[in-house]
């Protein structure tokens, strides 16, 4: 009752600062936004602002998309600019990459890249080599979107990582978002791209949860394609990974800092063209290497990373062989222990790491 009294007594001004300060100890919680919804965000923000902008795909409109990435984007913008197809990949694709040699910018999804095989044709010799082959006259500006890598329990077919295999294509830009902020900033350039952009998402991701910076809840929020990201920084060995397993690596990177070793992780965003100049530099810095991807080894993303360090001059700094860790070199089987024993799991970059600096 004593302090009651006595904050009575105290003028207004006092007491009111008191519990302002009282009130405001706890900062206020992070924004927290999943891959799914930082997608659909990205793209309901470039379909407001550019009326050539539709996207056409397998359910992506009264569905509201196999994996919801485009939930209530149909009932916002209309049959004209949300354009459910038939299951025919080579026929929508040569409709996108036609509309967009008209004048639009189309986003092409494929419920599965895996189910891309179907359009490469498109993809390949139609959207990839016209402006090259126009001499600069006929711009083909479309993004082509969709789940790659391996998912859960979906076997041999439906579990590939295209990385590689558009990283391949001059003409082709190629980009792979890890967390909410990558699909947004990514998604948002790729549509703005005067190229064609191949975009590969990993399904597993979808649901994930991420802090959102606030600069990336702004409608003018970009990440420049071609630009890597250093999501840890560390003095021991650079890891250099892309999607998914840039997790792994900062999970590996978590447990091994107990120990003393610290790792530089790279997310690499954007798969063609690479970002070499920011894994060089690292290189520079730890001496060590290990490169990390769901894809398969022979010709993959890591063997073209080792490649260009080999070529350049970050070579002369390591001080041991760059490793590689990848997924088995076999299709992946559909039985859930072998199919966790064909994708690199946090031990296996741990491991890696490990050999690399010889402990």
């Not at 179907?118 to 090259?132: F, G, L, M, P, R």
């Not at 991420?210 to 809840?217: I, T, V, W, Y």
Request: net charge neutral; glycine share 8%; aromatic share 8%.
């Amino acid at each position: 009752m004593a302090v009651v009294s006595g904050l009575v007594r105290r003028p207004l001004e006092q007491v009111s600062g008191l519990l302002r300060r009282r009130f405001h100890r706890t900062a206020p919680a992070a924004l927290q936004v999943t891959v799914r919804e930082a997608l659909n965000q990205g793209m309901d923000e470039e379909l407001e602002r550019d009326e050539k902008v539709f996207l056409l795909g397998e359910e992506v409109a009264q569905y509201d998309g196999a994996y919801k990435v485009s939930r209530g984007l149909w009932k916002k913008y209309g049959d004209k600019r949300i354009i459910d197809t038939p299951i025919s990949e080579m026929g929508f694709a040569g409709i996108a990459v036609g509309a967009a040699m008209a004048g639009l910018r189309p986003i092409c999804e494929f419920m599965t890249f895996n189910f891309s095989m179907q359009a490469i044709d498109q993809v390949i010799n139609s959207a990839a080599k016209t402006y090259y082959m126009s001499g600069g006259l006929q711009p083909v500006p479309i993004v082509f979107r969709g789940p790659n890598g391996a998912s859960a329990g979906v076997a041999a077919q439906h579990s590939q990582c295209f990385a590689a295999w558009y990283g391949h294509c001059p003409g082709l830009k190629v980009v792979s978002p890890w967390n909410s902020e990558d699909a947004k900033g990514l998604i948002k350039s790729a549509i703005r791209d005067n190229n064609p952009v191949v975009m590969l998402e990993n399904e597993l991701m979808y649901g994930v949860p991420f802090e959102f910076p606030s600069e990336a809840q702004s409608k003018d929020f970009l990440i420049p394609i071609g630009k890597a990201k250093i999501e840890r920084q560390g003095t021991h060995i650079t890891v250099v990974s892309h999607s998914r397993p840039v997790g792994h690596c900062l999970e590996a990177a978590t447990v091994l800092s107990k120990e003393g070793i610290e790792c530089e992780v790279i997310n690499m965003r954007t798969i063609r063209p690479m970002d070499i100049e920011t894994i060089e530099a690292s290189v520079i810095k730890t001496n060590h290497l290990v490169t990390v991807e769901g894809g398969w080894p022979q010709f993959g993303v890591g063997a073209e990373i080792c490649a260009r360090i080999m070529e350049g001059p970050a070579f002369n700094f390591l001080d041991a062989p760059a490793v590689r860790v990848t997924g088995a070199d076999v299709p992946m089987p559909y039985a859930k222990i072998l199919e966790d024993n064909s994708v690199p799991q946090v031990k296996d970059i741990i491991f890696a790491i490990k050999k690399t600096l010889n402990i």
